[in-house]
């Protein structure tokens, strides 16, 4: 990589910008970085945050330790989020995208999937659903208007296509509300359609009653979408992220109906967007938090339910610049408008070229012309770094 520096230096005519080339590439590396911005869901800082230490070992990833057979990589952590979901089954792919995308051709390829206009979203990085539904080899059937659509809209498409209206697909608007005169059926609603329904909720709240919190579901969450609630109301299968509210490693989840579940697991494209073992024991180790109701042990929850007096308390023993109330929120394109009170660090001007290059990177934000470090999405550990880099930063 030196050399690659160095010639990359000399071949510009700039032979002394060597040094700071090679530097550059050092800092593009992939590393640990500490989060100030207050966005627990940050897409560019990885999402959830999420310590998974795998042995230098083999697993049993597809091998049955009970009965000495070949076994299936998804008896292991799907089968547990299954039963968090209060499904009868589950599958993991890639990402949430990854999800749709093989939920949809294997149930409707070269058919057509009734889905409502007001539903036709894309959720940051290029997941549009017209554009995912067009690769998976179904045809959009789109129904109602962008702000109303009624149950007799489905009703009327799917008499329309007959055999042909093979899935009903819902899909949660996660980062933009359409407010006002709006309409849109409800779950339990489009499940009487006699159509499979799928229903995208995206963001992974597993359980609206959240019990592995000791305060129960935050007022935050709002009226968020829950797989075990989705489900209980009809859906046949619900597809989530697994590093968005879930609070996990990224990953794909389809959890719902055994045999449906068993037709996405069949499809081709299944093996070519199934994870591996680091994932799955990511994704089991957090499923195994769910069931331990240890909320704790996610991180993503852990600083989720930080109270602002803690956070006050602990940005005024940081001791340097102001202590600041703030407002967190949960990001990854989830609850968009939600808020959640949160205290932090303030110093004056903008620092946040010299808080990314301190030697723990520090990502912060400008706000009124001072720099805000929120303290929500640091991890307590981080404190001192915080300190530190501020301390040297601003003189
Ligand atoms: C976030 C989201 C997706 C995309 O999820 P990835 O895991 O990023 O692929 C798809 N659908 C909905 C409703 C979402 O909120």
Request: with cysteine; charged share 20%; net charge negative.
């Amino acid at each position: 990589m030196l050399v690659e520096a160095a010639r990359t230096a000399i071949n510009a005519g700039t032979p002394d910008s060597a040094r700071q080339i090679a530097n550059d590439m050092a800092r593009r590396l992939l590393r640990p970085v500490i989060n100030g911005t207050g966005t627990l869901l940050h897409t560019n800082l990885g999402r959830a945050p999420m310590g998974w230490e795998q042995a230098e070992q083999y697993s049993n990833l597809e091998f049955d330790l009970t009965t000495g057979e070949r076994g299936s990589r998804m008896d292991t952590a799907p089968a547990l989020i299954a039963q968090v979901c209060g499904a009868e089954a589950a599958i993991v792919v890639n990402n949430c995208a990854a999800a749709v995308l093989l939920a949809l051709a294997s149930l409707a390829e070269d058919k057509g999937v009734v889905v409502s206009r007001g539903e036709l979203v894309e959720i940051g990085g290029g997941f549009r659903v017209p554009d995912v539904m067009a690769r998976s080899g179904a045809r959009l059937i789109e129904v109602g208007t962008t702000n109303r659509t009624r149950l007799a809209d489905f009703k009327r498409a799917i008499d329309k296509h007959g055999e042909d209206a093979a899935l009903v697909l819902q899909v949660h608007q996660s980062n933009y509300k359409i407010v006002g005169f709006t309409e849109a059926p409800r779950t339990a609603e489009l499940a009487t359609l006699n159509r499979p329904l799928v229903a995208d909720i995206g963001s992974g709240l597993v359980d609206s009653r959240c019990s592995w919190l000791d305060g129960g579901p935050p007022g935050w969450l709002d009226n968020e979408p829950a797989a075990r609630q989705t489900l209980e109301a009809g859906a046949d299968l619900v597809t989530f992220s697994g590093d968005k509210l879930f609070g996990g490693p990224q990953a794909g989840i389809i959890a719902g109906r055994a045999d449906l579940v068993a037709a996405c697991s069949a499809h081709p494209l299944a093996r070519a967007l199934r994870p591996g073992a680091l994932v799955l024991g990511a994704l089991q180790a957090t499923a195994l938090a769910y069931l331990n109701r240890d909320g704790d042990a996610i991180p993503f929850w852990r600083m989720a339910s930080l109270s602002q007096d803690e956070l006050r308390s602990r940005a005024q023993e940081i001791g340097v610049g102001i202590v600041v109330d703030v407002a967190s929120t949960p990001g990854g394109g989830t609850l968009p408008e939600v808020e959640i009170p949160s205290a932090g660090v303030a110093v004056e001007g903008d620092q946040r070229s010299a808080l990314r290059n301190h030697r723990h990177p520090i990502i912060a934000r400008v706000i009124d012309g001072r720099t805000i470090i929120d303290l929500r999405t640091v991890h307590p550990d981080d404190d001192s770094e915080i300190a530190a880099a501020v301390t040297s930063g601003s003189g």
